[in-house]
């Protein structure tokens, strides 16, 4: 993997992650919006103070800021998630380019929001006391932190354990070995419960539904759309046949 190719890689990704970005933001709004818009309507409802002007309006929020949080935040994993491929490719088994990326990408929705999402679960407006974001925040960030990080020490594991155990072995122990310290680091964190009395509990689940749904379709449009990318640049293609029917010598790609 030259640096040519780790750059256009890097590009492809984050193209990819603006793909897969927009399909996000069409769940977001069509499944998240609605919710949002409920729990807002429950604060309001619920609120001791009236009159407050808005800075930035709902329609605002629900159209352009959330078209430009979710592009940006596409664009920019997409970007870390193509150095991850970069980093895999040829280092987690005989998987070609496709492959790799369906597996970084499986890898990455798991560890950066799946097993956070089970300890700290998305929350709409209305739900969470003002006082405690900035403990809720730092616990949440801290959880995806160990989440990579257990991840990475498990594939390190399962290299070490492939030549004593096999392949499939080696794999389900350190699998185990991932859920067993991520039990325990849900253990150890504090629990966060700061539903008010009173909020609907189908609306919360229909709202983390549809936080889980648009990050479960960001990541199968990355993997789809970046293997695709990835296997046109890096397999190389025989060239098409000349007119006496003698195929030019295949290059490969660096760009």
């Given at each position: 993997?030259?640096?040519?190719?780790?750059?256009?890689?890097?590009?492809?990704?984050?193209?990819?992650?603006?793909?897969?970005?927009?399909?996000?933001?069409?769940?977001?709004?069509?499944?998240?919006?609605?919710?949002?818009?409920?729990?807002?309507?429950?604060?309001?409802?619920?609120s001791h103070?009236?009159?407050?002007?808005?800075?930035?309006?709902?329609?605002?929020?629900?159209?352009?800021?959330?078209?430009?949080?979710?592009?940006?935040?596409?664009?920019?994993?997409?970007?870390?998630?193509?150095?991850?491929?970069?980093?895999?490719?040829?280092?987690?088994?005989?998987?070609?380019?496709?492959?790799?990326?369906?597996?970084?990408?499986?890898?990455?929705?798991?560890?950066?929001?799946?097993?956070?999402?089970?300890?700290?679960?998305?929350n709409p407006?209305?739900?969470?006391?003002?006082?405690?974001?900035?403990?809720?925040?730092?616990?949440?960030?801290?959880?995806?932190?160990?989440?990579?990080?257990?991840?990475?020490?498990?594939?390190?594991?399962?290299?070490?354990?492939?030549?004593?155990?096999?392949?499939?072995?080696?794999?389900?122990?350190?699998?185990?070995?991932?859920?067993?310290?991520?039990?325990?680091?849900?253990?150890?964190?504090?629990?966060?419960?700061?539903?008010?009395?009173?909020?609907?509990?189908?609306?919360?689940?229909r709202f983390?539904?549809?936080?889980?749904?648009?990050?479960?379709?960001?990541?199968?449009?990355?993997?789809?759309?970046?293997?695709?990318?990835?296997?046109?640049?890096?397999?190389?293609?025989?060239?098409?046949?000349?007119?006496?029917?003698?195929?030019?010598?295949?290059?490969?790609?660096?760009?």
């Amino acid at each position: 993997m030259n640096s040519v190719s780790v750059r256009a890689l890097l590009v492809r990704g984050m193209l990819a992650g603006l793909a897969a970005g927009v399909l996000a933001l069409i769940v977001a709004y069509l499944l998240g919006e609605p919710q949002v818009d409920s729990a807002i309507a429950f604060e309001e409802a619920h609120s001791h103070e009236h009159g407050g002007e808005e800075a930035v309006s709902r329609t605002l929020q629900s159209t352009a800021g959330l078209a430009t949080g979710v592009l940006v935040y596409g664009v920019a994993l997409g970007g870390i998630a193509a150095l991850a491929f970069c980093v895999a490719l040829g280092r987690v088994g005989r998987f070609g380019p496709r492959a790799t990326a369906a597996l970084v990408s499986l890898g990455a929705l798991l560890t950066v929001y799946v097993v956070p999402f089970l300890k700290y679960p998305a929350n709409p407006p209305a739900v969470g006391d003002p006082d405690t974001i900035a403990k809720r925040t730092t616990l949440y960030f801290l959880m995806i932190a160990l989440s990579v990080l257990l991840a990475v020490c498990a594939v390190v594991l399962g290299k070490r354990l492939a030549p004593r155990l096999g392949a499939w072995y080696a794999t389900v122990a350190a699998a185990a070995g991932f859920v067993v310290a991520v039990g325990l680091a849900y253990a150890f964190l504090p629990a966060i419960n700061e539903v008010p009395e009173g909020f609907s509990a189908t609306l919360l689940w229909r709202f983390r539904l549809s936080a889980l749904a648009t990050q479960l379709l960001l990541w199968t449009g990355f993997g789809l759309v970046f293997g695709h990318f990835a296997e046109r640049l890096l397999t190389p293609r025989p060239a098409s046949g000349t007119r006496t029917g003698t195929a030019a010598p295949a290059a490969t790609p660096t760009s």
